[in-house]
């Protein structure tokens, strides 16, 4: 004994033989008529939610390409699963008694992102340099050095920095100051996503530091504060706490330069400072 779907009910009839077919309608005609007009709750997989009136992305294309896959009006779920995507009209032929509808009022649906912590600005940079030609160089003068115990030390720090930069050297409209900061546990920073998360934030206010105490140290020159990600890669061999500046070389190769040394005395503090939370990444 096979199956055989029924299109217009959307369940299914298992296959039996002509003689049986006869015999089930000549002993209980009634019956047979019941189960043909609508078939047991227990056999139909009724959707517990249907979501419709919107546009629904599916990605389903999973080619490397800009091609968003299927875009559907609707969708069926039951037990937390798609079961069905389509039309509004066919998903809403699929409503059972208890199935919520919920209207998207034209809204984007789209499949959540499993892997949150996605560097996407790279290709984004990448792409731009490609099809504008921009220079992947980004001269100036950049720095490594580590973390203090606190943001207001961290932001003196870094103006000490750039006051003796800019004392010795004519930082030119076109040049960048680079400043990276480093994890110090000595210093309570663990891991780079502790020290990152002085300025990376979900709300803007919660950071430690933002953008107006940067733009206060550095108003008028490209001027990037950061922890990990940053404009321009240093090479492998870099010193901690030396200034180096980079230019074009031939054929525009990258030329690093030491040009002068940065001195810092660390604050002394009356009362041990709190460590930070340990965040880790998985990077």
């Known amino acids: 004994m096979g199956a055989r779907k029924s299109h217009a009910s959307g369940w299914t009839l298992p296959c039996v033989s002509a003689a049986v077919l006869l015999l089930a309608a000549s002993v209980a005609p009634a019956a047979a008529q019941d189960v043909a007009a609508a078939p047991p709750d227990v056999l139909v997989q009724w959707p517990d939610t249907i979501y419709t009136n919107g546009r629904i992305i599916t990605f389903d294309d999973t080619a490397v390409n800009d091609n968003p896959g299927t875009i559907a009006e609707a969708l069926a779920v039951r037990d937390g699963t798609i079961i069905a995507i389509g039309s509004a009209n066919e998903i809403a032929a699929l409503k059972g008694e208890e199935t919520e509808v919920i209207d998207l009022q034209g809204m984007t649906m789209m499949p959540a992102f499993v892997h949150s912590h996605n560097h996407i600005q790279g290709p984004a940079e990448q792409k731009a340099y490609d099809l504008f030609n921009l220079p992947e160089l980004t001269p100036g003068y950049y720095l490594n050095t580590g973390v203090e115990w606190t943001s207001k030390e961290i932001l003196a720090k870094v103006k000490a920095a750039v006051d003796q930069l800019r004392a010795k050297y004519d930082v030119a409209e076109e040049e960048w100051i680079g400043i990276q900061l480093f994890e110090d546990p000595d210093k309570g920073f663990p891991t780079i996503a502790t020290a990152s998360n002085l300025m990376g934030t979900w709300v803007d206010a919660d950071a430690e530091i933002r953008q107006d ?34 230019s074009a070389g031939e054929g525009g190769a990258p030329v690093w330069e030491e040009v002068m040394e940065f001195k810092w005395e660390p604050w002394v503090y009356d009362q041990p400072v709190e460590k930070r939370e340990v965040i880790e990444t998985n990077d």
């Open 213 to 246: 105490d940067v733009d206060a140290i550095v108003p008028d020159r490209m001027f990037e504060l950061t922890v990990a990600a940053t404009v321009q890669e240093r090479p492998d061999d870099a010193k901690r706490d030396v200034w180096y500046k980079l």
